[in-house]
């Protein structure tokens, strides 16, 4: 039983169809350049990570695809249609959720009100929605009147997650997911990444811990300098020396 | 005990619950615009000079003008952003905290034009108090009290309950994040100003329907209204409540052990000394 979808949104990308295609994006939030054309692509139901050495752009991609990013040169592609320049709203209503890094939660606010407020679109949200997201996050469901400045680090990344997925949207975006969390609790939001994908939503994701993302990815993109500089399957990536030695750390 | 409460408490209350009134606004204003809003005080006293006007142009009742006045507040409210803040929203808010204080002088002087600067009354006669079980209390005194007690009811209900009522809170909490939801900030801005200018004339009503009008009645509650909302901790509504009947209740108590003419210093020291030693005040608000 799915709800219907909001006004404005499009029915779902066409099968082969690539879901998002960034196209030699340029830009960044001043007069100097961050990207200096990345390009990178993420198909339906697939988790694709961004992986790189400090100030390769890793955010600063992830934010383009949102328009959170002056965009200088290069198209932004969300199931055939251009969204380069867009702003974040616009960008919302046709099916994409933003995590920030951090200050990803209203602190002062409940659970479930955290996930009311990324519903904020749909005007009324049905106790199913609530269900779905506790489904996946079942921590949650005890604390949904507790204060979400109030869980711990973990729990609190459930919540943005979780608010993000409120209006179902058809692709992710994560900053950072796992930073600053133990390897216990990583483990746990990788979990979550995989099973929200099996629902039918495409992830983008950029991680600092490299090794730990590739593996559990389906395809992974390499940037430094803002640049690309190796795409492939997350083993592939893995497996190659030559990344191992500068990104990996052997 | 009975000249206690009849004396300093009842009128504690009644002035407590006026500057919670304009502690609400200052508090709702800081929390989502992030600045401190100088001309509260002159906008309270336009809303009880346009209940004035109202009352002897058209000879309504003062009680049948508030609405009136309110919602003329409030739409004066979401101009004044327009013309002397909105532009300035991504500047230094030192910038529209000063463009306040000229709104504020600007504000004053347009009453003093329209309606002079004698102070002036909305009804003659004198109203005595009726006992109710030994307390004395005027009915426009009851009507004060229920009537603020009332909106602050009314407008806890909206934040907590309705979706642009949490869209508020939200974007007090975390703009940034409001915005990722998709919550018009813009139209969030508006509802703010709309509820703040309301609160602000029903303030300056109450003000005046209890002593008199004049033109600086607002400013002169301002410091009050301010130390109100800074006691109750910044961006709390709830807050700005407590704050301000605190205030209120210990101005009136002030002239028991200091002489009268130092009962608006009260307000300062406790200002004073809650940026001092809590400046989250009561309610863990922001800190300035």
Known sequence: ?250 | MMELVNFYLVPGLILGSIYALGAIGITLIFGIMRFAHFAHGDMATLGAYLALGLTTTLSLSPWAALPVAMAGTALLAILLDRLFYHHLQNRPKILTVMASLGVALMLRSVVQVLWGVDPQVYTTGIVRAESFAGVMVRPREIATFATAVGLMVVLVLFLRHTRWGKAMRAMSDNPDLARLCGIDNEAVVRLTWLIAGALAAAAGFFLGINTELNTMMGWSALLAMFAAAILGGVGRVEGAVVGGLLIGVIEELSVLVLPSQYKMATAFVILVAILLFRPQGIFQGKVL
């Not at chain 1, 002062?108 to 407020?117: A, D, F, I, R, S």
Request: aromatic share 6%; net charge neutral.
């Open chain 1, 1 to 250: 039983m799915n709800p219907p979808p909001l006004p404005n949104s499009p029915t779902v990308a066409k099968a082969h169809q690539p879901l998002l295609i960034m196209h030699e994006v340029r830009g960044g939030y001043g007069d100097a350049d961050i990207l200096h054309g990345v390009s990178l692509t993420v198909n339906p139901q697939e988790i694709v990570v961004i992986v790189g050495p400090n100030g390769a752009g890793k955010s600063t991609a992830m934010k383009a695809v949102f328009g959170l990013v002056k965009v200088r040169s290069g198209t932004i592609l969300l199931a055939g249609e251009e969204i380069t320049g867009w702003r974040p709203d616009a960008i919302v209503r046709r099916g994409v959720s933003f995590v920030p890094q951090v200050r990803n939660v209203f602190a002062e606010m409940t659970v479930q009100e955290n996930l009311e407020m990324g519903a904020f679109l749909s005007r009324s949200v049905r106790e199913e929605e609530f269900e779905r997201i506790y489904a996946l996050f079942p921590d949650l469901k005890a604390k949904r009147h507790a204060l979400a400045g109030s869980l711990s680090g973990g729990q609190r990344q459930m919540v943005a997650i979780g608010r993000a997925l409120m209006l179902q949207p058809k692709l992710l975006l994560l900053d950072e997911p796992t930073a600053g969390l133990s390897p216990k609790y990583m483990e746990q939001i990788f979990q979550i990444c995989r099973n929200v994908r099996d629902t039918g939503v495409a992830i983008l994701l950029v991680e600092q811990h490299a090794k730990q993302a590739l593996a559990f990815c389906d395809r992974g993109y390499v940037l430094a300098t803002g640049t690309n500089r190796y795409e492939g399957t997350g083993q592939q990536l893995l497996n190659d020396p030559e990344i191992a030695q500068m990104f990996l750390g052997g």
